[in-house]
């Protein structure tokens, strides 16, 4: 069976840190670029940060950048997102995705691209 797994989330006060990892079953990561993505309640799924297929390359959303850090161990199959100094403005649900670049130096943070998705982990940050 081909899935991601996320695991890590949970409630955390504000300017805290989480870090949250995906672990793919089935296939393997390393023809993949990878991204992170939240959705809060009653809004539109976001891009939060993507991963290129070497690792050498990562995008953030300006909300996030100096704050989080994506990186992957295809050793492992697994990809990590550091969350730290959380706000609560960060409460969502937590998302990672996959798909494979056509342009393997860089990666995108557009859900479209996006063709295999994991169920998600709660991220609550909150005094």
């Known amino acids: 069976q081909l899935q991601l797994v996320e695991s890590g989330g949970g409630l955390v006060q504000p300017g805290g840190s989480l870090r949250l990892s995906c672990a793919a079953s089935g296939f393997t990561l390393d023809y993949y670029a990878i991204g992170w993505f939240r959705q809060a309640p009653g809004k539109e799924r976001e891009g939060v940060s993507c991963?290129?297929?070497?690792?050498?390359?990562?995008n953030y959303a300006d909300s996030v950048k100096g704050r989080f850090t994506i990186s992957r161990d295809n050793a492992k199959n697994t990809v990590y997102l550091q969350m730290n100094s959380l706000k609560p403005e960060d409460t969502a649900v937590y998302y990672c995705?996959?798909?494979?670049?056509?342009?393997?130096?860089?990666?995108?943070?557009?859900?479209?691209?996006?063709?295999?998705w994991g169920q998600g982990t709660q991220v609550t940050v909150s005094s």
């Open positions: 991963i290129n297929r070497s690792g050498g390359s990562t």
């Open positions: 995705a996959v798909y494979i670049p056509t342009i393997q130096a860089m990666c995108h943070m557009t859900k479209g691209f996006y063709k295999r």
